[in-house]
């Protein structure tokens, strides 16, 4: 059984906006073979972390408002929500390579 919601126009600003704890929300595809790789990921960290999170889902292809509104450009793209920050997308897969400048 899965903890991951599925997003709809309708349905985001009461699951995300007005959510008391943090919502990371996949924007993905049928079609994204990258989407499809990183989906069971995406269910673990729900089942793991289902007590102090919400993860959701948005098939960009479904509600392409919602991915527009998040400035979403490629899929797939992870956002992270909070309460206490206005909705804003915060990437949270990034390269932690250190410069060349820094060396």
Do not use: H
């Not at 400035?71 to 909070?82: A, D, E, H």
């Not at 309460?83 to 932690?96: E, G, H, M």
């Amino acid at each position: 059984m899965t903890d991951v919601i599925t997003l709809t126009e309708t349905k985001f600003d009461e699951e995300v906006l007005a959510s008391e704890v943090p919502v990371i929300v996949d924007y993905w595809a049928v079609w994204c073979g990258p989407c499809r790789a990183l989906g069971p990921v995406i269910e673990q960290i729900a089942e793991e972390r289902a007590a102090t999170l919400k993860v959701a889902k948005v098939n960009v292809d479904e509600e392409p408002s919602l991915a527009d509104r998040a400035g979403v450009r490629s899929i797939p793209s992870l956002s992270c929500y909070t309460a206490t920050v206005s909705p804003l997308p915060t990437r949270w897969v990034r390269s932690r390579r250190p410069s060349l400048s820094a060396r």
